[in-house]
């Protein structure tokens, strides 16, 4: 029992079972379903569709019709797939964005280059355009093979004859198992221009050269216009049958009143969807990624496309329009893949091989066309010649047919006693009596001389290749005459290459930009700067203005941290906040490290730096290194909006950054440092060698242990005598000059600046340097008052005095730290 249930089953590897299914699978997609055939240029669905019209009477002379009849038609007697693939490719088929020459004439919604769909099948009506004609004409004169449908029922053509070149007027796209392409669409007139020019080549028996046939066909000509920018990567394209080459839209630069304009796209490139580029272009807009467009809409109409793109006052409409050609798909990218089925399998072809297979192609329909006429016209020649020796015999023919019991006994007495052949006795015995006339004889001698010469010509055109060629040459003269239209597509020989400058992206506008010892920032216009105070600026308690400045929009300012970081903000992008108000603080908007705060801030072009002769910065640093970097270093980075990045390494986690001081080139300049324990060094800067971002800097001062820097000075040679004010922990001020400072060599210890005392000795808290003189100077003490005096209030000091005690008039407490009143020198200035 158990033999006769296994009888017949088979033990087989699983993988090899499934290898060879989906080997059949792949082989099926490549040949029948994703690829089009190199001679009509259509996949099997679209040669169904096609035909499926035709047969059904569907053709462009005709009424429209339901396109759900055409599916049923299609997949009832030709496609075995569902109905939605078989309107999609109608649909697709009709689009008049996608196809150079559409091939189906669609009445009704047939989708947008928006990326909306077609109305359902049952809403639109179609036919067969007048050049689909010429792609099924002759296909009943045995020009190409046939093969019965999937339920061999029917037959169906396995290629059309096609008389125009589908494959490179209309392109395809597709992919199938291991294999992809994409074929741009061409112009019909450039095509049959090239085809003419090869037939007339081979005629004197020389070969063709890509460059000659570029001089015909320059490049693709896509429905949607737009400019190709690239002849070498053109020509490499069409070499290999791989490439790439540049496709912008067509933009034009339209002034408007106020000093403003506007970009107008009038074409977009080809298979970008119109809707999701307008919706890019509005993003782009809303997050304010450049500044400088206010707004975009879509003016398309039946005419054509028109997307508007509103720019503000005084903006560079060259620089936005650049900008928008590298971040949106108004430039992109076509990815040439040129791989059809030829001789049964996909290849990838050059433009050469798929214009050779295409001619290939029309001789052997025009052979087999004009071998269906001549047998056709010698069977009617053959009739005629019977026709016109019956005349001459017609009494006795009659005589015989009268005396002829049938039709059939009376054609065998035909062929028995005047040797007429079966054929010619069938046309006698059907012949009407009032074609026996003079007239029809006449007609009948005209028609065996227009036979005969038809079949010499058919036989001129079957042995003489020159005459075969001439054929096509005139057919291909009469299909551009009849449906050549003008190249929409540009083609320049040079790519462009695109230079964003941000500052040409941004109307320039003066500022105010103000950040704080606490890390507020904010920027403030002009207008709202002169309305108010200028020393009222919102701030915290015990906060304090570090930088105060008038800039630019197309500038930036450089923070430097505690911890040996930088932020590069441009200035455009700081929030626009009133003077009085009190800023956004730093900590909303960048990862900082725990205690970090803001040490220096500098001013830079966004553009434009000089790095010849450019400035740099001189970081010093709580661990006694010093370092110059240059000041173009400090720009911005991928994740400047949300992170730091590293101006000097650190020595360990309690090192600090405690000074910056920008470097003007070509000035001379001394560095002066102090430490907590009171030791001072002065020491030339050129002895600090320039470095990267990432290096630690040199030694600048030699420190004992326990000890540390706590103010660094950068002395300009040109000013005649710098002085600095000190601020010990028990609340002395010390006013000295700078040159009273030993000067040594860099990495030198340094001498004492403050008289050492037994018990509780003085160590230094905080020191400013006075650069302009007698300034306006605030101390803070840990109880959140505060005290201000003139610098110049202090007495000045020898190297080894301590100072002298600060004589406050309000309860600071432990003082805390001391700073320069910038907000009252910016109201002095």
Aim: aromatic share 6%.
């Amino acid at each position: 029992m158990a033999e006769a249930i296994n009888r017949g089953v088979q033990e087989l590897n699983f993988a090899s079972i499934i290898g060879d299914r989906f080997g059949r699978y792949s082989k099926y997609i490549i040949q029948d379903r994703a690829l089009p055939d190199i001679r009509d240029g259509l996949k099997p669905v679209q040669r169904r569709i096609l035909y499926a019209m035709l047969t059904d009477g569907n053709t462009a002379e005709k009424p429209y019709r339901k396109s759900a009849k055409t599916v049923g038609n299609v997949i009832g007697n030709y496609h075995p797939h569902g109905d939605s693939s078989v309107y999609e490719a109608m649909v697709r088929m009709s689009q008049t964005w996608k196809n150079r020459v559409p091939l189906i004439d669609m009445h009704g919604n047939n989708g947008s280059m928006d990326g909306d769909p077609a109305a359902a099948m049952r809403y639109t009506e179609a036919r067969l355009s007048k050049v689909a004609m010429e792609l099924l004409k002759d296909i009943h004169a045995e020009t190409v093979d046939w093969m019965l449908n999937f339920d061999d029922t029917v037959e169906e053509p396995k290629v059309l004859p096609a008389h125009f070149p589908n494959l490179l007027v209309n392109g395809a796209t597709g992919i199938s198992a291991g294999y992809a392409t994409d074929i741009p669409p061409h112009n019909l007139g450039e095509v049959l221009d090239a085809l003419i020019f090869m037939l007339n080549q081979e005629a004197k028996g020389q070969a063709v050269t890509l460059d000659q046939v570029m001089a015909y066909i320059p490049g693709p000509d896509f429905p949607t216009g737009g400019i190709i920018q690239g002849e070498d990567d053109l020509k490499q394209a069409y070499q290999t049958g791989q490439g790439k080459v540049l496709v912008r839209s067509k933009v034009r630069i339209e002034p408007l009143k106020g000093n403003r304009s506007q970009l107008v796209i009038e074409e977009i490139p080809y298979d970008v969807n119109k809707a999701k580029l307008i919706q890019r272009l509005d993003e782009i807009r809303l997050s304010k990624k450049i500044e400088g467009i206010s707004e975009v809409r879509d003016d398309s109409d039946m005419s054509g496309v028109s997307i508007i793109v509103e720019l503000k006052r005084d903006v560079e409409a060259e620089a936005i329009l650049a900008y928008l050609y590298k971040h949106t798909d108004l430039q992109v990218n076509y990815h040439f893949n040129m791989v059809a089925i030829h001789n049964y399998q996909p290849v990838l072809c050059s433009l050469q091989q798929m214009l050779s297979a295409y001619l290939d192609h029309q001789k052997e329909v025009v052979r087999r066309r004009t071998q269906f006429q001549l047998m056709k016209d010698q069977d009617r020649l053959h009739l005629v010649d019977g026709l016109i020796r019956m005349v001459s015999i017609l009494d006795e023919v009659i005589q015989t047919i009268r005396q002829s019991d049938s039709k059939a006994d009376a054609k065998k007495n035909l062929v028995a006693e005047y040797d007429f052949s079966l054929d010619q006795a069938e046309a006698i015995v059907n012949l009407q009596l009032y074609r026996l006339t003079n007239t029809d004889i006449v007609s009948l001698q005209d028609e065996k001389l227009s036979l005969n010469e038809a079949i010499h010509m058919y036989e001129n055109i079957l042995n003489q290749p020159k005459a075969l060629n001439q054929v096509l040459i005139k057919e291909f003269k009469e299909l551009k005459k009849k449906y050549a239209t003008p190249r929409l597509t540009e083609i320049e020989a040079e790519v462009e290459t695109i230079t964003i400058e941000k500052t040409m992206t941004i109307p320039e506008e003066r500022v105010y930009v103000s950040i704080t010892k606490e890390g507020y920032i904010k920027r403030t216009s002009v207008r709202s700067f002169t309305a108010s105070d200028s020393t009222d600026l919102g701030s915290r308690d015990l906060d304090y203005p570090l930088f105060v400045r008038e800039l630019s929009t197309h500038d930036a300012v450089v923070i430097l941290t505690s911890r040996g970081n930088y932020l590069h903000l441009p200035v455009y992008e700081l929030p626009d906040i009133r003077w009085k108000d009190l800023g956004l603080h730093w900590s909303q908007r960048y990862q900082l490290e725990k205690g970090e705060q803001v040490v220096a801030v500098f001013s830079q072009k966004l553009e434009g730096l000089d790095s010849e002769n450019e400035d740099r910065l001189v970081m010093m640093t709580q661990s006694g290194r010093i370092k110059q970097t240059a000041l173009s270093e400090f720009t911005t980075y991928r994740s400047y909006k949300t992170r730091t990045m590293t101006a000097i390494k650190m020595q360990d986690e309690a090192d600090r950054l405690v000074a910056a001081y920008q470097v003007r080139s070509g000035h001379t300049y001394q560095v002066a440092l102090m430490t907590y324990r009171s030791y001072g060094l002065r020491f030339d800067l050129d002895q600090v060698a320039v470095q990267g971002l990432k290096a630690q800097g040199v030694i600048a001062m030699k420190l004992k242990e326990g000890d540390r820097v706590v103010a660094g000075f950068l002395i300009d040679q040109a000013i005649e005598r710098p002085q600095v004010l000190i601020l010990t922990q028990r609340a002395n001020l010390k006013r000295m000059d700078l040159e009273k400072l030993a000067q040594a060599n860099r990495g030198a210890l340094g001498t004492l600046i403050l008289k050492e005392l037994k018990t509780n000795p003085h160590r230094i808290q905080e020191a400013v340097a006075l650069v302009k003189g007698n300034v306006p100077v605030i101390i803070q003490g840990d109880t959140g008052q505060t005290w201000e005096l003139m610098a110049f209030d202090i007495g000045l000091s020898d190297r080894l005095n301590n100072g002298s005690a600060l004589q406050a008039e309000v309860d600071l407490g432990q003082v805390v730290g001391l700073h320069i009143a910038r907000l009252k020198l910016l109201d002095e200035d």
